[in-house]
């Protein structure tokens, strides 16, 4: 099966500006999550879907993030306006039972 | 918040000789998952003990699961220089009806050729 697919892989911006990642689950994968990893430290999780509706986004900095899961599938995250701490991989994830789940390779954000 | 404190953070060794992480964790869990990462790259699943399981095995791979001290393990065999990678624990627990994944702080480890 296709895995979790992310893109960019790569993203520089300036501090203050928008940026926006996309997450393509795995088909039939009702529950998609999205991790920030600061480098050095572990994977922390943003905001978790379960089909179009946010089960937990006690962790998303909503100032600044958001996030949105149209027709419970495709996946975007989207940070305005960005800070230099927002420096960090985010990595998209889903699954479809307990213990199940697959990471995408990330997207690495880099911010100047 | 993390869940799941790994010790060490850094291990050092040469190849061929054993690894061994430890993870310690807070609430009741699913399971506990191993995960492994490249430098720069994804997560890549090791493996996964079910919360009524105490030990399993995979290749080079032993995970062992204590309940009651709330710890795990993980113990990589005769390591290569391609073993070198951070390693993290992670534990898959439901709070609120909901299943979440939630990681510790992850070990580096370097083998040494």
């Known amino acids: 099966e296709a895995g979790v697919a992310q893109s960019p892989r790569y993203k520089i911006i300036e501090k203050r500006q928008s940026v926006a990642f996309w997450c393509n689950p795995i088909s039939g994968h009702a529950t998609l999550y999205w991790y920030q990893q600061i480098l050095g430290q572990g994977p922390k999780l943003l905001i978790q879907?379960?089909?179009?509706?946010?089960?937990?986004d006690s962790q998303l900095p909503k100032d600044r993030f958001s996030a949105e899961r149209l027709k419970g599938v495709d996946s975007t995250l989207k940070i305005q306006p960005a800070k230099l701490e927002d420096s960090a991989v985010y990595l998209c994830a889903s699954s479809f039972r307990v213990g199940g789940y697959t990471f995408g390779s990330g997207t690495r954000l880099t911010v100047v | 918040s993390q869940q799941g404190e790994e010790d060490p953070q850094a291990l050092s060794i040469q190849e061929g000789e054993n690894a061994t992480m430890n993870c310690s964790y807070k609430?009741?869990?699913?399971?506990l998952q191993w995960y492994r990462q490249n430098s720069g790259r994804g997560l890549v699943h090791l493996i996964l003990?079910?919360?009524?399981?105490r030990e399993k095995h995979s290749g080079r791979l032993r995970v062992t699961l204590d309940t009651s001290k709330k710890s795990s393990s993980l113990l990589i065999t005769a390591s290569r220089a391609a073993d070198t990678a951070s390693y993290f624990c992670?534990?898959?627990?439901?709070?609120?009806?909901?299943?979440?994944?939630?990681f510790g702080k992850g070990t580096k480890l370097t083998v040494n050729p």
């Open positions: 609430t009741s869990i699913n399971n």
């Open positions: 003990i079910r919360s009524n399981e």
């Open positions: 992670a534990t898959d627990t439901t709070q609120g009806g909901s299943e979440k994944l939630v």
């Open positions: 879907f379960q089909n179009n509706g946010v089960v937990d």
